[in-house]
């Protein structure tokens, strides 16, 4: 059972990470804006999806730590 916890938590640990490089690689892309029709390099549109990224995994993390919680809680029950 211990191994598969830390099979778990390695595999959580590389979706967060995997989400954190993602949320850069898209605020880099907001920043710079290739794209036409924008003003390029505004740091206000990078901010706004560091923000959001950052937020989701903030409340994911305290799902996540909220249901482990409870699940030690009901183990010791038993």
């Not at 590389?14 to 989400?19: Q, T």
């Not at 409340?59 to 249901?67: E, I, K, P, S, V």
Request: with cysteine; aromatic share 12%; glycine share 12%.
């Amino acid at each position: 059972m211990a191994t598969q916890h830390k099979q778990t938590a390695y595999l959580l640990g590389g979706i967060i990470a995997a989400l954190a490089v993602w949320g850069i690689y898209l605020a880099i892309g907001s920043y710079l804006s290739l794209g036409g029709g924008t003003r390029p390099m505004d740091i206000r549109r990078a901010l706004v999806v560091l923000a959001c990224m950052g937020g989701f995994l903030l409340f994911w993390g305290a799902l996540l730590w909220n249901r482990a919680r409870i699940q030690k809680r009901d183990d010791e029950d038993y």
